[in-house]
Nanobody, 124 residues
Framework: QLQASGGGLVQAGGSLRLSCTAS????????MGWFRQAPGKERQFVAA????????YSADSVKGRFTISRDNAKNTVYLQMNSLKPEDTAVYYC???????????????????WGQGTQVTVSS
């Protein structure tokens, strides 16, 4: 129901934009989040956005470099990633949290639906 795309191989300092498109159910009232998981590491919160787009929250490690946004008419959430670093290399997952309101949460257990992930590799 959630399809992430846009990953790839990029040099350090470069940019990528990830997209997450929903199907089979509208996610326009859900908080949407991005997480990432590097090999041998736990899944890590990246950013989240409320259903209205009015509230966003990002991990300290990506603040000032990554921007989350959404287009509810397209049932799509985006993650614009700039100034990429090798430590950003991971599989990136989008997820949906059915909580009502402007709540944005960073815990993976709070999210109800998950996409399949897209690989981002940043070379030095």
């Amino acid at each position: 129901q959630l399809q992430a795309s846009g990953g790839g191989l990029v040099q350090a300092g470069g940019s990528l934009r990830l997209s997450c498109t929903a199907s089979g159910r509208t996610f326009s009232r859900d908080t949407m989040g991005w997480f990432r998981q590097a090999p041998g590491k736990e899944r890590q919160f990246v950013a989240a956005i409320s259903w209205s787009g009015g509230t966003t929250y990002s991990a300290d490690s990506v603040k000032g470099r990554f921007t989350i946004s959404r287009d509810n008419a397209k049932n799509t959430v985006y993650l614009q990633m700039n100034s990429l670093k090798p430590e950003d290399t991971a599989v990136y997952y989008c997820a949906a949290d059915k909580s009502v309101g402007e709540v944005v949460r960073s815990r993976a257990w709070a999210y109800d639906y998950w996409g399949q992930g897209t690989q981002v590799t940043v070379s030095s």
